[in-house]
């Protein structure tokens, strides 16, 4: 099901009573999230609880607020955030008792950012699946992901010419995330004109500001300096840490099954072609790889989604000073006279 088929379907019909929503494609999970959540007004539901969810504790308090009345005994939408762990044995005990209970009036929405394929096959992911209406959230490949940008780029009343479209989507590399910020960044800079190269060009090459692919650049040439400047002003900017750490993380989670693939002896060139990686970035992946083993782009994983706790809010911690620290530990897997490059 896509985000268009969720919204026509729902315009035509009352809320389910579960939403699952899997994957790792956070544009894609927020899109449909705000789907829901739109229709729950229309259908006068406004009392809304979102839970975030990791450990015993956090499961054992949703099942007692599934089995609490609301206070005015009306209908509640409940978003489960599982961020990307799987349940534990107490958790599974909830997700069930949330699948099979009929006599509810609440609306569930349960959220799980992962995207790997073995949790498919759990017993508890398959149920949780089959009882409610299931939604995937993935990487576009370049097709769907100029599909969408006509489509999303329509909504902001601008049309692509066909080079233009092109060279958009080799500029945002499947990121929507960056996408959905530079189609608004174009929507305002080009008044509802036909959108030709130089306006892409003018708008994502702009020397007066960073963005999201500048930091993933930058920090895959090891370059601490410009990186620090980077992140510095994408927070003097106001651009979300959540965006940020999607960003860093889709580079580590490339980089870490490329990596353990060539150190099980596959060609580099081939595993790095085969995970779509183009351009300039194919390049960078090519020097980092040299540089790092699986484990050590794993152990940056497990702090990246540490930091990804602290953004919401289920841990205390300086978001911005640990992406910073985050930074320092990606750029010093380089060589260090490559860490004092200034531009």
Same mark, same amino acid.
């Given at each position: 099901m ?6 026509? /379907?729902?315009?035509?019909a009352?809320? #389910? ?13 927020m ?5 829901i ?5 229309? $259908? ?17 308090s949703?099942?007692?607020?599934i089995n609490?009345m609301?206070?005015?005994s009306?209908?509640r939408?409940?978003?489960? /955030? ?11 005990s909830?997700?069930?008792?949330? +699948?099979?209970? #009929?006599?509810?009036?609440?609306r ?16 508890w ?5 089959s ?11 370049s097709? =769907?992901?100029?599909?969408w940008i006509?489509? +999303?780029?329509?909504e ?8 233009a479209l ?29 959108? $030709?190269e130089?306006?892409i ?5 702009d ?8 930091? +993933?650049?930058?920090?895959?040439r090891?370059?601490l300096?410009?990186t620090?400047?980077?992140?510095? /002003?994408?927070r003097?900017?106001?651009i979300?840490?959540?965006?940020i750490?999607?960003a860093?993380?889709r ?6 099954l490329?990596? =353990? ?14 995970? /779509? ?6 390049? =960078? ?26 953004i ?6 300086s978001?911005w #000073?640990?992406?910073?620290?985050l930074?320092?530990?990606?750029? #010093?897997?380089?060589s ?6 200034k531009?």
């Open positions: 896509s985000v268009a088929t969720l919204k026509q /379907r729902l315009s035509s009352q809320l #389910d009573k579960l939403y699952f929503l899997f994957g790792d494609e956070p544009v894609q999970l899109k449909c999230l705000d789907v959540r739109n229709k729950a007004n229309e $259908e006068s539901i406004t009392e809304r609880l979102v839970c975030h969810v990791s450990g015993p504790s956090d499961w054992e949703l099942g007692a607020e609490s609301s206070l005015f009306e209908k939408l409940i978003e489960v /955030r599982m961020g990307s762990k799987k349940p534990d044995k107490l958790g599974v909830v997700l069930d008792q949330i +699948t099979q209970n #009929d006599n509810s009036d609440d569930f929405v349960i959220v799980l950012e992962n995207n790997e394929a073995s949790i498919k096959k759990a017993k992911f398959k149920s949780l699946q009882g409610s209406i299931f939604f995937e959230s993935k990487m576009l490949d097709s =769907a992901l100029s599909h006509v489509a +999303t780029g329509g902001l009343g601008m049309e692509f010419s066909q080079m092109q060279l958009f989507c080799e500029r945002v590399e499947g990121n929507l995330l960056v996408a959905s910020q530079e189609l608004e960044k174009l929507a305002l800079a080009t008044s509802g004109h036909r959108i $030709e130089a306006d060009v003018g708008s994502m090459n020397s007066g500001s960073f963005n999201i692919y500048d930091l +993933t650049n930058t920090l895959l090891g370059d300096y410009r620090l400047r980077v992140v510095r /002003r994408l003097e900017i106001g979300e840490p959540v965006l750490i999607w860093i993380v580079e580590l989670r490339a980089l870490a490329i990596i =353990a693939e060539a150190e099980n002896g596959g060609s580099v060139s081939k595993i790095i072609d085969s995970a /779509r990686i183009w351009g300039p970035r194919k390049d =960078a992946f090519k020097i980092f790889i040299q540089k790092a083993t699986a484990a050590q782009v794993l152990t940056l994983l497990l702090h990246a989604n540490y930091i990804d706790t602290v919401k809010g289920a841990r205390l911690g978001v #000073d640990e992406i910073e620290i930074s320092l530990n990606i750029c #010093d897997m380089m260090f006279s490559k860490l004092m490059v531009d």
